[in-house]
């Protein structure tokens, strides 16, 4: 069994700054690309950023400049630095990796972390 598991979620005022992080653990033979996607109430899942294996990276165009994306392939984990946070950012943030077992190489998803951005 392979588990996504978020942390680093919060309040935080306009302008303020998280991490979030997200471990894969579990009978894991490689990771391929990581990323983070966000939900917002009423809307759709939209990506925000991936990292490829090799430390490629990808944004949204929203996220540009402000979010930073980055991996520590010993510990099979994912980070986003978020800065710079507008109320617009507000969303439950879901970790995503393409993951190969033994038997398979297949998408999981964390089950999100709440980020509120308010004053």
């Known amino acids: 069994q392979v588990q996504l598991v978020e942390s680093g979620g919060g309040l935080v005022q306009p302008g303020g700054s998280l991490k979030l992080s997200c471990a894969a653990s579990?009978?894991?033979?490689?990771?391929?690309?990581m990323g983070w996607y966000r939900q917002a109430p009423g809307k759709q899942r939209e990506l925000v950023a991936t990292?490829?294996?090799?430390?490629?990276?990808n944004y949204a165009g929203s996220v540009k400049g402000r979010f930073t994306i980055s991996r520590d392939n010993a510990k099979n984990t994912v980070y986003l630095q978020m800065s710079s946070l507008r109320p617009e950012d507000t969303a439950v943030y879901y970790c995503?990796?393409?993951?190969?077992?033994?038997?398979?190489?297949?998408?999981?998803w964390g089950e999100g972390t709440p980020v509120t951005v308010s004053s």
């Open positions: 995503y990796a393409y993951i190969y077992t033994p038997e398979q190489g297949m998408a999981y």
């Open positions: 579990g009978n894991i033979f490689s990771v391929n690309d």
């Open positions: 990292i490829a294996a090799v430390g490629r990276t």
